[in-house]
Each structure stands twice: as structure tokens, then as C-alpha cells.
């Protein structure tokens, strides 16, 4: 079902992903928008291993099972992480990064 | 152009869009979509490439899963119609050309390397093997990260249900005992 697409079509597209990922975390002011900047990385890592499962080792899944874990982390991540964000609004009332500064030395 | 051709450039024109525009987008909420039309395409990208499972784990956790989380915590932080608040412009034109740099350095480091696939025969990744390779603890089994990573997301359950736990003394001045 791959065609004759290359190998190499499908890293362009991870590597803009990865790199667009970035941009997002560093030009965001908003917790939850920078987490979305981190799934965005996480998920173009996984287009990765699984591309390089199917092109270069079809003889094993190790890309695949590598792919399922990192999406079990990236869900308990993204779960922990929110659960912060609430506890942070909730005691700052603002999830701005320019505002959280209380711990700074 | 076959089929899958068009379907690849459908799938990758609709991942790099809406990737842009979910860093770009200046309503949270909106952005929390695009992200989801990401994932849904990536997706589809695993279900071209043959990993049925791996698409379906895809759609239901991140698409169905993350997404869903993302979209109650903009609900309970901001308002619908609040917009995000940019970076100042020369810090954004700094990330986009630090950016714009590790991208092409990538991108010239993967056109120059030669890949060589092995010589092996391929096998077939449906549901069956997956299934026996997750529980089996041999050789190519993936018994041990399977209990590993049970054992996180129960950590992480727990963790997040006593981080977003609300505190009974809501006074700020009052001591609070248990923690």
C-alpha cells in the first residue's frame, strides 16, 4: 500500500513537524499550547520509528513496539502535566508563563 | 500518480498545515483541533504503511484520548474566546530562524545518508503478532516494557488524580496537616 514513495518523503515530513514542534515551544506563553508543541515532537518521533520499522526492518516490530510506548508515555505525560496546569491556575489563577515566576531565586 | 501517491501527499500536505496552524493559531481552542486533524492524519499515514494496530492505538489514545484531556483543561483555564498571548517579534523571529537552520541541517544530513534496508524477509504486522510478541519474554518479545509501562500509567494515574485533587482548606493563611 506504500507504493513508490521513498523513505526519505516520509523523514521530510517528521523533520518539519519535529522542528514546527519546536517553534511552538519556544515562541508560546501558554502552558496547555506548550504542551501541544510537545505532542506535536513526540508524534513526529513515533512517524520516525515506525518508517523506519517498515523501510529498513521489516523482519521485526521493534519500531512498532517503540512507537506504542512512546504513545503510553506521551498519555501519562499529558496527564500529569494537566493535572499541574489545574493545581498551577488554581493557586495563580493564570496558566502564563510570564506570570509564574514565584520560584525563581 | 497511483492512489497512494495522492493519498500521501494528502495526508502529509494536511500534517504540515495544520501543524503550522496549531503553533500559529491565536485561539487555544481552535489550535487544540488542529492539533487533532494532525493526529487522525498521522493515522492515516500508519494505515498506509501497513501497521493496522498501531493506527487504531493512534486514533483511540491520542486522537480520542489526549485530545479529549487537552480540550477539558482549555475549557477549565481559559475562556472560549480568550486569545493567547504572542511572543514579542524578535523573539520569534529568532526561534523561526533557529528553527528554519536545525530543519535544513536535518533535512541535508538525511538526503546525504544512505539507508540500507536489510535483506531479510518482512513479516507480517497484524494483530496476531503483535499480540504474541507483546506477552512473549524471549527472543523479540516485549514482555518486560509491557509491565513496565503498565506500571507508569498506573504511577501517572495516580499522580495526576493527588495532583489535581482539591484541597479541603481553600484559606490560604490556615496550615494544612497531611501535606
Known sequence: ?????????????????????IYGFLT????ITMLMSIELILNSVNINFVVFNRFLYPNQLQGH???????????????????????????FKSIDVENLDQMKF | MT???IM??????????????????????????????????TAGLYFMLNYNFLAAVQLTVYAGGIIVLIIFSILLTSHVSEKAVVAPLKQQIFSALA???????????????AFTPTASPAIES???????????????????????IS????????????????????????PTSNN
Open chain 2, 99 to 113: 528553527v528554519a537552520a536545525g530543519a535544513v541541517l536535518t533535512l541535508m544530513t538525511i538526503f546525504k545518508f
Open chain 1, 1 to 21: 500500500m506504500i507504493g513508490n514513495i521513498s523513505l526519505n518523503s516520509f523523514l521530510v515530513i517528521s523533520t518539519l513537524m519535529f522542528f514546527i514542534g
Open chain 2, 8 to 41: 500521501f501527499y494528502l495526508f502529509a500536505g494536511s500534517i504540515l498545515t495544520f501543524s503550522v496552524l496549531t503553533v500559529t493559531s491565536r485561539r487555544i481552542l481552535r489550535s487544540a483541533v488542529y492539533l487533532l486533524f494532525v493526529l487522525v492524519s
Open chain 2, 151 to 174: 506500571i507508569l500509567l498506573l504511577a501517572a494515574m495516580v499522580g495526576a488524580i493527588v495532583l489535581a485533587k482539591k484541597e479541603k482548606h481553600l484559606d490560604p493563611t490556615e
Open chain 1, 65 to 91: 513496539f517503540f512507537s506504542l510506548i512512546v504513545i503510553a508515555v506521551a498519555a501519562s505525560e499529558a496527564a500529569v502535566a494537566i493535572a499541574i496546569i489545574i493545581n498551577i491556575y488554581r493557586n
Open chain 1, 28 to 31: 508560546r506563553r501558554n502552558l
Open chain 2, 126 to 148: 497484524n494483530v496476531q503478532n503483535v499480540g504474541r510478541a507483546l506477552v512473549s519474554y524471549g527472543r523479540d518479545g516485549y514482555a518486560l516494557p509491557f509491565e513496565v
Open chain 2, 3 to 5: 492512489l497512494s501517491d
